[in-house]
Structures are given as structure tokens and as C-alpha cells.
């Protein structure tokens, strides 16, 4: 008898008031837990906002920078639209020797003509290819404008040699000549760029129609990103002699009602 007593156990009363007392415990210990955790699942959601939409805006920035000189529009506030650039080169002024055609003419069509250097010394994203089109001393002016096929002729062919043999896929007459004898490449692959705000998306589109205004998204269009709660485009500085500014905002939200605005600036080069 006196061993047994020495062995008994814990009663059912002592085990709820154990379970009560520790539920107590964890009941004021995720008090205190839940604000450091909700903190870090809100900080995490904003952080991928902020870097979806810093992502979005350094992309456009990129494209921008090597918009052909005086192409940049801004047809609304929601669209940006610029005509990008391969390359940029020297075209010689003067005959290598009298008559041979390997200077660029102006006034007059003119099929061909010899860029200063070599094509292949060139990175090979900036090679010059057949297809690419070749842009003399952009203004975006009547008679000088890009867009309208005034200043530019599609490449046929490229030879590389001492110099490199620029050959037009028709003649063209160049109206007006640069002053550092400069021309501009635009990828035959990528002939026009715009970025357009619409339905909650960023998207970026290319290789459509010239036209006064953005086209709207068509399906399968890239979305650069979603959740646009607002997006507002400025393009400021259209002085042909200086610089000019680009001015983008993007706002992007999510479902838990959060949301975040970044401001980029992009500083555009307007010397043809």
C-alpha cells in the first residue's frame, strides 16, 4: 500500500488547468507576435511592388536613351513613343578618289555610300545588318522627320573592307546633311517602340504603323507590368540645340490595397 501511493499519477483537474494555463501563455505571446509578422508579410508585398515597378521604369529608361535624336512623342499621358537606334556611325563627305561614289550625296539620290571603320569592330548588337534603316540628321520637322520617311532608307546590303560599303535598298536623296557628318542606325527589327498604360498594365509595344497617336494593346502584346493604378508620361525640352527631359510615374497596387508610386527622369540626347 505504501508503494502504491508513492506511484500516482497526475489527476484530470491538474492536466486542464495545465492546458488552460499554456493556452493562456500562447494566447499573449501571438498578441505580441502577430504585429512584428503582419509587418513583415506587408513589408515583403511593397518591396515586390517597388521593385516590379523599378524594374518596369529602368527598362523604359534603357529604350529611351538610344531613342533616335528628336523621335521621343508623347501623344498622352499615359503613352511614350520613340523610334530606337541600333548604331551610330560617319558617313564620309568626300570622294575617296574622284567620282567613285564612296562619299554620302545629299540633294541628289544616292544608293550607296562608306561608313568610317569597320561594321565588324563593331559589338555585335550593334553591327549593322541588312534590313536595318539607315537615318541622316533627324530634326523631327517636316522634311526631316523619321517617322515620315523623309531622312531614311532601308540598308541591302553591308560589305566590310578598309571601310564599310553601305548599300540602300533603293536611292535616296538625303534632304539636309549632318554637320559631324553622323547617321543613325534603326533596328530592322524593331522599327518603332512605345510604352502604353492600359486596362491596369504596362505594356510595351513595337513594329506597328506610324501614326499620330499610340495604338491600343492587341492581344499578345508584352506586358512589362500589372497592377497599374496610374502611370502618367512627360516629355519636356524639345529645343533642337539642348537636351530634353522624360518624366515617367508609375503606381502600382495590389489586392491587399497597398500600392506604390516611383518617379524617373531620363535624359534624352537631341543632337542628330
Known amino acids: 500500500m505504501r508503494l502504491a501511493r508513492q506511484h500516482r499519477g497526475f489527476t484530470l483537474i491538474e492536466l486542464v488547468m495545465v492546458i488552460v494555463i499554456l493556452g493562456i501563455v500562447g494566447a499573449m505571446v501571438a498578441v505580441f507576435m502577430r504585429a512584428p509578422i503582419d509587418a513583415y508579410f506587408d513589408t515583403a508585398r511593397r518591396a515586390a511592388l517597388t521593385d516590379v515597378a523599378d524594374t518596369a521604369l529602368r527598362r523604359m529608361g534603357r529604350d529611351i536613351r538610344k531613342a533616335l535624336p528628336n523621335s521621343v512623342r508623347n501623344p498622352s499621358p499615359n ?9 551610330g556611325a560617319r558617313y564620309r563627305v568626300e570622294d575617296s578618289t574622284p567620282s567613285d ?24 548588337d550593334q553591327q549593322i545588318r541588312a534590313n536595318d534603316i539607315v537615318v541622316v540628321y533627324n530634326l523631327g520637322i517636316p522634311g526631316a522627320n523619321a517617322y515620315a520617311g523623309d531622312n531614311s532608307q532601308p540598308v541591302s546590303a553591308v560589305v566590310d573592307g578598309a571601310e564599310t560599303r553601305i548599300t540602300l535598298s533603293a536611292p535616296k536623296a538625303f534632304p539636309l546633311s549632318s554637320p ?26 513595337t513594329n506597328y504603323p506610324y501614326a499620330t497617336s499610340c495604338p491600343a494593346p492587341v492581344s499578345g502584346t508584352p ?20 537636351n530634353a ?7 502600382l497596387g495590389n489586392a491587399a490595397g497597398e500600392s506604390v508610386s516611383l518617379y524617373h527622369t531620363v535624359h534624352v540626347n537631341n543632337t542628330p
Open 79 to 87: 503613352c511614350i513613343e520613340f523610334l530606337p537606334t541600333r548604331t
Open 101 to 124: 561614289g564612296t562619299a554620302l550625296a545629299f540633294g541628289v539620290a544616292d544608293d550607296r555610300f562608306n561608313m568610317l571603320g569597320r561594321n565588324t569592330d563593331l559589338p555585335a
Open 180 to 205: 559631324g557628318a553622323r547617321f543613325h542606325v534603326i533596328p530592322g527589327d524593331e522599327t518603332i517602340v512605345s510604352y502604353v498604360c492600359s486596362g491596369g498594365r504596362l505594356y510595351r509595344q
Open 223 to 242: 506586358v512589362l507590368a500589372e497592377g497599374v493604378l496610374a502611370c502618367n508620361f512627360i516629355y519636356s525640352g524639345s529645343d533642337l540645340q539642348r
Open 245 to 251: 527631359l522624360v518624366q515617367l510615374t508609375l503606381q
